[in-house]
């Protein structure tokens, strides 16, 4: 079972990105899905996150209005269009399988994560 986060790179302060996530060894489209991330030399924080059936979508107040979460099932993956970005953005992003199908903010609900990719904002 793998999440594979896709799209990082180097744009400039507000410029857009939009990361994929792709899932592959089992289906996640029963699971809630979501984005962290992680600054250097800080915890990892919530960024978005979206239910099984995209009925339900909560975005960090860092990130809402800038940031757009959507899923696709029957591709399995998952992607985060991101816009207007800070040099506050900077960081590792990952993607995140939720254990049940509700979405979640908390980083203990999620039972697989992707290995990251990097986004960086510069000024």
């Known amino acids: 079972v793998q999440l594979q986060a896709s799209g990082g790179g180097l744009v400039q302060t507000g410029g857009s990105l939009r990361l994929s996530c792709a899932a592959s060894?089992?289906?996640?489209?029963?699971?809630?899905m979501g984005w962290f991330r992680q600054a250097p030399g800080k915890e990892r924080e919530f960024v978005a996150t979206i239910s099984w059936n995209g009925s339900r979508i909560y975005y960090a107040d860092t990130v809402k209005g800038r940031f757009t979460l959507s899923r696709d099932n029957t591709k399995n993956t998952v992607t985060l269009q991101m816009s207007s970005l800070k040099p506050e953005d900077t960081a590792v992003y990952y993607c995140a399988a939720q254990r049940s199908s509700g979405g979640s903010s908390y980083t203990r609900d999620y039972g697989y994560w992707g290995q990251g990719t990097l986004v960086t904002v510069s000024s």
């Open positions: 060894g089992r289906t996640f489209s029963n699971n809630g």
